[in-house]
């Protein structure tokens, strides 16, 4: 997570997160923290929220007749905490999302799990259309609290240049 801190006042700082399109540099992998533990109400919350009537993942007796034994967390959900946890490091700055591709979900989730996630620079250019930002792509990886990966997927992002992000011009 990049932070830092700018003087705003006598004795008075202000902290900010992120990175401008300049602080990438392609072969980079920032480590994401915290790790995020997923509790069953997370999951549950999730599926009902998004209308996800698969009982695998909220109901226990079906569950235990799957493969898993037990309920399984629902894969948007694990997708969402995996972007959700790279946003100070990757994408704070940013003023668009433009799109995900390869996603892959390579092992079952489980309530109890904590996941943590990384993401490799790949790729960044500038925008032909907005000459205060650029592109970045970014391959961000998923893991269990063993270390084991449960997922990935590649997202670009048109990120802002230095003093072209909203923070930059409303002082925040």
């Given at each position: 997570?990049?932070?830092?801190?700018?003087l705003v006042g006598e004795n008075r700082y202000r902290e900010s997160f992120g990175r401008h399109y300049e602080d990438f540099k392609v072969g980079d992998v920032y480590?994401?923290?915290p790790g995020r533990t997923i509790s069953e109400a997370d999951n549950t919350w999730f599926t009902l929220l998004t209308?996800?009537?698969?009982?695998?993942?909220f109901d226990a007796e079906y569950a235990k007749a799957?493969?898993?034994?037990?309920c399984i967390v629902s894969s948007p959900f694990t997708v969402a905490l995996m972007v959700g946890m790279s946003v100070s490091d990757v994408s704070q700055k940013a003023i668009a999302n433009l799109g995900w591709t390869d996603i892959t979900l390579t092992s079952p989730v489980f309530a109890g799990d904590t996941l943590y996630s990384?993401?490799?620079?790949?790729?960044?250019?500038?925008?032909k259309s907005r000459p205060g930002a650029g592109i970045v792509t970014v391959k961000t990886t998923g893991f269990n609290q063993d270390h084991k990966v449960i997922g990935h997927f590649v997202r670009k992002i048109l990120i802002a240049k230095k003093g072209h992000s909203i923070e930059d011009k409303v002082g925040y």
């Amino acid at each position: 997570m990049v932070q830092t801190t700018k003087l705003v006042g006598e004795n008075r700082y202000r902290e900010s997160f992120g990175r401008h399109y300049e602080d990438f540099k392609v072969g980079d992998v920032y480590e994401h923290r915290p790790g995020r533990t997923i509790s069953e109400a997370d999951n549950t919350w999730f599926t009902l929220l998004t209308m996800n009537t698969h009982p695998l993942h909220f109901d226990a007796e079906y569950a235990k007749a799957s493969e898993f034994g037990k309920c399984i967390v629902s894969s948007p959900f694990t997708v969402a905490l995996m972007v959700g946890m790279s946003v100070s490091d990757v994408s704070q700055k940013a003023i668009a999302n433009l799109g995900w591709t390869d996603i892959t979900l390579t092992s079952p989730v489980f309530a109890g799990d904590t996941l943590y996630s990384e993401s490799e620079v790949l790729d960044k250019r500038e925008s032909k259309s907005r000459p205060g930002a650029g592109i970045v792509t970014v391959k961000t990886t998923g893991f269990n609290q063993d270390h084991k990966v449960i997922g990935h997927f590649v997202r670009k992002i048109l990120i802002a240049k230095k003093g072209h992000s909203i923070e930059d011009k409303v002082g925040y």
